[in-house]
């Protein structure tokens, strides 16, 4: 069983990482993109000089201009993103949608994606969910032979930075089971809404009427279609699940250092007993988490039997710690806590919009149940 540690250039990567967030896009770059209300909602800048340091190519094989640096690489870079706040579509793109084209598109396919993915040329988006909650089950959009392509009609709500991608995926129902069907954001037939998130992040309201696709955008065979889903949502809730731990312990180190400075009665705040115990209870289940994120990484990156079982407990066991941290976080902060003075609230909307994105802690915790037989 491979060690629950970081190797020597894993954690290269995490430094690396550190410092690029917190100097290029720390905290205070997301409240520019809100109150300007930015009609791209990350910083194209950013996004290229992230392409630089290789993050965009973190999860695709070095043939195609990757690192093939695996799951474990970069979650260190989402637990960094999530401790600075950092906009970027690294999620949509080179996590959902790299991982997607990897295991189900062809050679060809591959090809022409994830070289222009890696390179930051293309942004890509997954348009799943059809619901207001995760429901990888209940896709009613369809997907009808015509001729030698494909008619797609339907809905998807909560697309990841779906105004600005270049091209969508759409799962989509055919006769012969779940398709991959990549459409062009021109396409017609098809409209596209900008949503702004809660935390300040970008989302799309997707409608499909007929949009016409040739039968070379399916990704990869039918059989392979619904695997292949399943697999790469599992790689990018790991992802989510590091970041929700660098928001929980930015959050946590954030509060920590507050009641090392606020007085009442004469006296830090941090000295009462009381608010000891329920910081050393929140740095507990935060060293829980770091093991449990770590493992489900490390079983992605093996191909371990039990890596979707993993996955599953990690997020179920972030979004738990990350409602507990930021909304203690809140409450140590007082009053000021809620205002916009502070940037902890930022961090509590941001935690909660990453726990409902592919599936919240019911949702896993009721799939971990049900992969271990209960």
Not at 6 to 31: T, W
Request: aromatic content about 6%; charged content about 20%; glycine content about 10%.
């Amino acid at each position: 069983m491979p060690a629950l540690v970081l190797n020597d250039e894993q954690q290269m990567l995490k430094d690396a990482a550190k410092r690029f967030f917190s100097e290029s896009a720390p905290v205070s770059q997301l409240r520019s993109l809100r109150d300007t209300r930015d009609a791209t909602g990350f910083s194209r800048d950013l996004w290229q000089a992230m392409v630089e340091m290789g993050f965009a190519g973190t999860l695709i094989d070095e043939k195609f201009g990757g690192s093939a640096f695996g799951s474990v690489g970069m979650g260190q870079v989402f637990e960094q993103a999530g401790r600075n706040l950092s906009a970027s579509p690294l999620f949509s793109s080179g996590v959902l949608c790299a991982t997607l084209v990897a295991l189900a598109g062809s050679e060809q396919q591959k090809a022409e994606l994830l070289g222009g993915i890696a390179s930051g040329e293309l942004l890509l988006a997954l348009a799943l969910d059809e619901s207001p909650r995760h429901a990888p089950a209940a896709i009613e959009t369809r997907a009808e032979a015509d001729g030698d392509g494909y008619r797609l009609t339907g809905s998807k709500r909560f697309v990841v930075d779906g105004h600005v991608a270049d091209r969508l995926i759409v799962v989509a129902r055919s006769d012969d089971g779940v398709g991959l069907f990549l459409v062009s954001s021109g396409a017609e037939g098809l409209s596209i809404e900008r949503t702004i998130m809660a935390d300040s992040r970008n989302a799309a309201t997707v409608q499909l009427r007929g949009v016409r696709v040739a039968a070379t955008d399916r990704l990869g065979t039918a059989q392979a279609g619904q695997a292949a889903l399943e697999q790469a949502v599992d790689v990018a809730n790991g992802q989510l699940a590091a970041e929700l731990l660098g928001i929980s312990i930015e959050a946590f180190e954030r509060t920590v250092a507050y009641m090392q400075e606020r007085k009442q009665f004469g006296v830090v705040i941090g000295s009462f007993q009381a608010l000891q115990h329920r910081a050393a209870h929140m740095f507990s289940e935060l060293e829980l988490v770091k093991s449990v994120v770590l493992k489900a990484l490390v079983a992605l990156d093996g191909g371990d039997t039990d890596a979707a079982l993993l996955v599953s407990l990690a997020k179920a066991k972030a979004c738990e710690v990350a409602e507990l941290v930021t909304n203690e976080a809140i409450q140590l902060h007082g009053g000021m806590g809620m205002t916009d003075e502070f940037d902890i609230g930022l961090f509590i909307k941001r935690a909660r919009v990453v726990q409902q994105l592919l599936g919240d802690y019911r949702y896993h915790a009721d799939r971990f149940a049900r992969l271990r037989g209960y």
